[in-house]
């Protein structure tokens, strides 16, 4: 079955950077679409990035557009999301998730996800 493993989640000081991994498996990795969400405590899951199949689109959120960059290696199965100058507000679990079809940027768009990891950003 598909699984999808985040790695790298903890304590950054606020100013530092963080980089997530998520590990893939039981599926052809480099024909799905990946992304990346959030989730804080007492809100709602929010988008943070997306990136195509190949690696060539890349889509970010407002809030971290700038500090934050997606990126993934097919032959490793593997994705990343590296955010800098972290503030206290990006604490929250964050999720890897995948999908077929390129659509929108709702949690919805995506047929999988990943259990979560959690990041805590102290001021």
């Known amino acids: 079955q598909v699984q999808l493993v985040e790695s790298g989640g903890g304590l950054v000081q606020a100013g530092g950077s963080l980089r997530l991994s998520c590990a893939a498996s039981?599926?052809?990795?480099?024909?799905?679409?990946m992304g990346w969400f959030r989730q804080a405590p007492g809100k709602e899951r929010e988008f943070v990035a997306a990136?195509?199949?190949?690696?060539?689109?890349?889509y970010y959120a407002d809030s971290v557009k700038g500090r934050c960059t997606i990126s993934r290696d097919n032959p490793k199965n593997t994705q990343y999301l590296e955010v800098n100058s972290v503030k206290p507000e990006d604490t929250a679990v964050y999720y890897c998730?995948?999908?077929?079809?390129?659509?929108?940027?709702?949690?919805?768009?995506?047929?999988?996800w990943g259990q979560g990891a959690q990041v805590t950003v102290s001021s």
């Open positions: 998730a995948a999908r077929r079809l390129w659509r929108g940027f709702d949690g919805s768009d995506y047929d999988y």
């Open positions: 039981g599926l052809t990795f480099g024909g799905y679409h």
């Open positions: 990136i195509s199949s190949g690696g060539v689109l890349k």
